[in-house]
């Protein structure tokens, strides 16, 4: 079945460093890979995506990440956090084929930032 | 632009009850996706429509349907209501175009008593 992963459900980080949320897929073959944030009780927000090409991605917020395939992993990166990174963060998978918007969802990482 | 617009924000019903929330797509797209958004279950798939056409949906009871007018704009409806169906939903909207990703609204936090 196909699926998304995400190992840490909880990541605490200090004001200013950098940080790695992880993100593994399951899928027949590679499909479109994106992470959204959601402050709370808000919505999602798209922050980058990927489906082909250079397997490093930028984002919006100073937000990046890399796609291995060889590891079927698509991990969002920051090389320093601010307070405001707070929130939780959910990688979603989309197939390549077909014609449906139906997103894979992981289960989202809560990060907390120290000052 | 302006973005995805759901109302209400914030609904309190009782069980036994229905409730219909509202979707305002981005302008210009064609897709509108229903996400329920849980503590337990996290977030999970509802249905799309595309052209007032469901193309998918998600594994749900029957109590859960939807649809889309012609100027793309949707509804969700849940019937008979659940305490199980507390949970925030979430309206996401596409051009059509796959890569592009999903757009989504604040959401409607359901409370069921």
């Known amino acids: 079945a196909q699926s998304v992963t995400q190992p840490d459900i909880h990541i605490t980080v200090s004001e200013g460093a950098s940080l790695e949320l992880r993100c593994n897929y399951s899928?027949?073959?590679?499909?479109?890979l994106f992470w959204y944030v959601q402050s709370p009780g808000q919505g999602l927000q798209l922050l980058l995506k990927?489906?082909?090409?250079?397997?490093l991605v930028q984002g919006i917020k100073g937000f990046g990440a890399e796609f291995k395939r060889s590891q079927s992993s698509f991990n969002l990166r920051k090389p320093s956090v601010h307070w405001s990174d707070a929130a939780e963060y959910f990688c979603a998978a989309l197939n390549y084929g077909g014609a449906t918007n139906k997103l894979i969802f992981g289960t989202g990482t809560l990060l907390a930032v120290q000052p | 632009k302006a973005g995805v617009t759901q109302t209400p924000r914030y609904l309190i019903k009782t069980r036994g009850q229905q409730v219909t929330l509202s979707c305002s797509p981005i302008?210009?797209?064609?897709?509108v996706s229903w996400y329920q958004q849980t503590p337990g279950q996290g977030l999970q798939f509802l249905f799309e429509?595309?052209?007032?056409?469901?193309?998918n949906k998600g594994n749900f009871p029957g109590r859960f349907s939807g649809r889309q007018f012609s100027n793309s704009r949707s509804e969700m409806n849940v019937s008979t209501l659940e305490l199980g169906d507390s949970a925030l939903y979430l309206c996401?909207?596409?051009?059509?175009?796959?890569?592009?990703?999903?757009?989504f609204g604040s959401g409607t936090q359901l409370s069921v008593l």
């Open positions: 996401a909207s596409s051009p059509g175009d796959r890569g592009t990703g999903l757009f």
């Open positions: 899928y027949g073959a590679t499909p479109y």
């Open positions: 302008s210009g797209h064609r897709s």
């Open positions: 429509y595309f052209s007032e056409t469901q193309r």
């Open positions: 990927y489906f082909s090409g250079d397997t």
